[in-house]
């Protein structure tokens, strides 16, 4: 399911045009949009409020559907919910959805199941169509949850073109960890490096926060690791008393506006013993490893996602742990 990430993106970015279109106009019509899911679904919906603030100017707010409570009061008739679930059949993103319609909201659903109850209950529904993902850790699902919403981010910005090629160029980064077998080669010496950790951090600024937050799920469900990802701006707020002699530290350094603000949080938990693993399109002094990231822009999101997708599974593997049926976990959560 990981190696199939670059055809679903090629087939999304050539088959859901006109849907991306009614989504960025239903965006452009409502007085605020709010975007849901659970877990990876939620890191998704993080990473679209980058995605939208960045290229379409346009404020759009996650909430973890097991909260929207939180959010009920800016509710009403004007107001658009987009909620994401890969089954759609998350009991706490139908409870979301079902209090968002009780007050008058739109209901819009990015789902890989047609038919389900989300799918029937939305006035809108956009198919993930990446056919059937069986592992429980979500892989392909979540980057074609990126790619629907940064292809309506570009929509609503009135340049639906520059989505569809950023999509097409994330496809092609992906290809490059995938198919020439030097990046993921690259991965698996990485994960060989990290078995022994009890923890590990990683650091994300931006659009990037969102990534390590997903990162660290990745590695925490497959391999049992215990992983945070933190924005990197909050290392002096509490999360550098954690750091000592050793512990790894991925560092998501990919956008060049925020590369220096990255760099300086590399450096301070360099200073405190961390052992630093860079992702970045250039080595840097604060890197004590580099893993090569060639992309830049938008499309990077595609690229640092199969990276640590690649190197949760390695981890997994190389600890004896099934990287399909990872312990304590269900494909679909639908009891509360």
Avoid: W
């Avoid at 198919?179 to 994960?191: F, I, N, S």
Wanted: glycine share 8%; charged share 20%; net charge negative.
């Amino acid at each position: 399911e990981i190696n199939e990430q670059p055809q679903v993106l090629r087939h999304l970015a050539a088959t859901t045009h006109e849907q991306v279109e009614q989504l960025a106009a239903l965006i452009s019509a409502a007085d605020n949009v709010f975007v849901t899911g659970c877990g990876t679904a939620n890191n998704a919906g993080l990473e679209a409020q980058y995605f939208f603030s960045r290229i379409a100017k346009r404020q759009i707010t996650a909430v973890m559907a097991s909260e929207m409570a939180v959010v009920e009061p800016a509710l009403g008739p004007k107001s658009v919910v987009i909620a994401l679930s890969q089954s759609g059949e998350t009991i706490d993103v139908l409870d979301a959805v079902r209090l968002s319609r009780g007050r008058g909201a739109r209901i819009v659903a990015l789902t890989n199941s047609e038919g389900s109850s989300l799918y029937r209950t939305a006035d809108m529904s956009i198919l993930l169509d990446c056919g059937p993902e069986r592992c429980v850790l979500a892989t392909k699902t979540y980057t074609a949850k990126l790619a629907l919403l940064l292809m309506t981010a570009h929509a609503l910005a009135g340049d639906p073109d520059a989505g569809r090629r950023a999509v097409a160029e994330g496809a092609l980064l992906m290809e490059s960890k995938l198919v020439d077998g030097e990046d993921t080669g690259d991965m698996d010496r990485v994960a060989a490096g990290l078995t022994d950790a009890s923890s590990m951090f990683i650091l994300g600024r931006q659009a990037a926060y969102p990534l390590a937050l997903e990162a660290a799920l990745k590695v925490k469900e497959v391999s049992y690791i215990h992983a945070e990802g933190f924005a990197s701006g909050e290392l002096k707020h509490g999360p550098i008393a954690l750091i000592e002699d050793g512990t790894p530290c991925l560092i998501f350094a990919t956008d060049p506006s925020v590369l220096r603000e990255t760099l300086a949080g590399a450096a301070e938990v360099k200073a405190r013993g961390a052992r630093t693993i860079g992702f970045s399109q250039e080595d840097h002094s604060e890197f004590d490893v580099r893993v090569p990231i060639h992309g830049a822009g938008s499309a990077t999101c595609f690229e640092l996602a199969v990276s640590f997708q690649l190197l949760a599974y390695h981890l997994a593997v190389r600890l004896g742990r099934d990287p399909d049926k990872p312990r304590n976990l269900a494909k679909s959560v639908t009891v509360r």
